[in-house]
């Protein structure tokens, strides 16, 4: 699995990986449409659906992961 606050980092919702456990500790991070509040949070393969997870920062920003 990948953490999840790596994950922002490397998608570029985040210009830091402080800046990604700031966000994820605020609450102001989703994934798959569900908060996350534990900044060791691991990313799996259960959280993929159809091949990709969304990832959220804040109310309007959203990327899709897919996984090749």
Request: aromatic content about 4%; charged content about 30%; glycine content about 8%.
């Amino acid at each position: 699995g990948v953490l999840f606050i790596d994950l922002l980092f490397e998608a570029k919702l985040t210009t830091s990986k402080s800046e990604s456990r700031r966000l994820v500790a605020q609450g102001g991070a989703s994934l798959n449409r569900e908060k996350v509040t534990d900044i060791a949070k691991v990313v799996t393969m259960d959280d993929v659906n159809d091949g990709s997870i969304i990832l959220q920062k804040g109310k309007k920003i959203f990327i899709k992961v897919d996984l090749i």
